[in-house]
């Protein structure tokens, strides 16, 4: 198991980059502002979310009618964190949740833009369910790992299909936000946690790299999973 994990964890290299909202962005708001440099530190992490095939490993009844190399989703943020816990105990590894500056740093790979793709996205690029003016142009369900293409990190689906739970706690802007890449706890919303992504059935505002939302921890949702991160 050890070894197989380790070919999905991506090696994301350390640097800085500018985290929030992109240049001439009109879907920007107030929760992905003020701008501000991060600087990363080297980690790993996964080239797509955790699976149903890989979650029934720790949950053997866990959606047994639905496709093995689909997303897991209906999955509350604390039986994320003890997934991570229980397969970094089986491996041997340091399995966590990304920080957000991680998750935005990893999406973004490089690129300034709103998307990884540019200023525009497309269902050729990402699954989500909505254009921009309310017509239906997605396939209206998740979609199977290995469906996209792997951004420069070697990573797919950080846009769509489902949103991922990170490990800060909810803050309703940037001041104070750590500038060293780590999870932001401190003097956030106690019961809530940052989701990263967008899902299917979003539109594409909801799938930029600097968009941001939260839920309560407790939250389950069909188009919420996780991806696993290491240090």
């Given at each position: 198991?050890?070894?197989a994990l380790?070919?999905t964890?991506?090696?994301?290299?350390?640097?800085?980059?500018?985290m929030?909202?992109?240049d001439?962005?009109?879907?920007?708001?107030?929760?992905?502002?003020?701008?501000?440099?991060?600087?990363?530190?080297?980690?790993?992490?996964a080239?797509?979310?955790?699976?149903?095939?890989?979650?029934?490993?720790?949950?053997?009844?866990?959606?047994?009618?639905?496709?093995?190399?689909?997303?897991a989703?209906?999955?509350t943020?604390?039986?994320?964190?003890?997934?991570?816990?229980w397969l970094?105990?089986?491996?041997?590894?340091?399995?966590?949740?990304?920080?957000?500056?991680e998750?935005?740093?990893?999406?973004?790979?490089?690129?300034t833009?709103?998307?990884?793709?540019?200023?525009?996205?497309?269902p050729?690029d990402?699954?989500?369910?909505?254009?921009?003016?309310?017509?239906?142009?997605?396939r209206?369900e998740?979609?199977?790992?290995g469906t996209?293409?792997?951004?420069?990190?070697?990573?797919?689906a950080?846009?769509?299909?489902?949103?991922?739970?990170?490990v800060?706690?909810?803050?309703?802007?940037?001041h104070?936000?750590?500038?060293d890449?780590?999870?932001?706890?401190?003097?956030?919303?106690?019961?809530?946690?940052?989701?990263?992504?967008?899902?299917?059935?979003?539109?594409?505002?909801l799938?930029?790299?600097?968009?941001r939302?939260?839920?309560?921890?407790?939250t389950?949702r069909?188009n919420?999973?996780?991806?696993?991160?290491?240090?």
């Amino acid at each position: 198991m050890s070894e197989a994990l380790r070919s999905t964890l991506q090696p994301i290299p350390a640097g800085e980059f500018v985290m929030g909202e992109s240049d001439a962005d009109k879907f920007a708001n107030d929760t992905e502002r003020p701008r501000h440099i991060v600087r990363i530190a080297p980690f790993r992490l996964a080239a797509f979310p955790v699976t149903n095939a890989e979650f029934r490993r720790h949950a053997p009844d866990f959606a047994p009618e639905e496709p093995a190399d689909l997303p897991a989703v209906n999955i509350t943020w604390r039986e994320a964190v003890t997934y991570c816990a229980w397969l970094g105990d089986a491996t041997g590894e340091s399995l966590r949740l990304p920080s957000e500056a991680e998750w935005e740093y990893a999406c973004r790979a490089g690129t300034t833009t709103p998307f990884q793709s540019g200023d525009e996205i497309t269902p050729a690029d990402a699954n989500f369910l909505y254009d921009e003016h309310g017509s239906r142009i997605g396939r209206g369900e998740r979609t199977a790992v290995g469906t996209f293409s792997a951004n420069a990190f070697g990573l797919e689906a950080m846009h769509g299909n489902v949103c991922e739970w990170c490990v800060d706690r909810w803050h309703a802007n940037y001041h104070g936000t750590p500038a060293d890449g780590s999870a932001w706890i401190a003097d956030g919303v106690a019961d809530r946690r940052v989701i990263r992504g967008g899902a299917w059935d979003y539109l594409p505002r909801l799938l930029r790299s600097s968009w941001r939302d939260a839920l309560p921890e407790d939250t389950r949702r069909d188009n919420v999973g996780f991806r696993l991160a290491c240090s």
